[in-house]
């Protein structure tokens, strides 16, 4: 059994910051690559940020040069910050990992975080 458990959702103001955090657990023998995506209301989910075990990262153009990715391999952790945050950042933010088992490699999500922008 594995799981992914976020934290640092919230509610902040336009142009204030964020971190989100999403941490794996269970019955893990390797994790690929790990991302975050959000769906707004109304609206399909979609990629934020992702990025490789080996560190490589891609982000949605609507988040360059504000949101970073990381991840911490020893703790199985994955890493938003969001920085000079926008109304249209609102959204709930999922976190996702492609996970090996000594199983299988499965693709897990986490239960989601809800980040408002509002004044």
């Known amino acids: 059994q594995v799981q992914l458990a976020e934290s640092g959702g919230g509610l902040v103001q336009p142009g204030g910051s964020l971190r989100l955090s999403c941490a794996a657990s ?9 991302g975050w995506y959000r769906q707004a209301p109304g609206k399909q989910r979609e990629l ?5 075990s080996g560190g490589s ?23 938003l910050q969001m920085n000079s945050l926008k109304p249209e950042d609102t ?3 999922y976190c996702n ?3 090996s088992t000594v199983v299988a490699a499965y693709d897990y ?3 989601g975080t809800q980040v408002t922008v509002s004044s």
Not at 48 to 52: D, G, Q, R, S, Y
Request: cysteine-free; hydrophobic content about 45%.
């Open 48 to 52: 934020v940020a992702a990025i490789t």
């Open 109 to 111: 999500w986490g239960q």
């Open 97 to 99: 990992a492609d996970i």
């Open 57 to 79: 990262t891609n982000y949605a153009d609507s988040v360059k040069g504000r949101f970073t990715i990381s991840r911490d391999n020893a703790k199985n952790t994955v890493y």
């Open 91 to 93: 959204a709930v933010y």
């Open 26 to 34: 269970g019955s893990i023998f390797s994790i690929n690559a790990m």
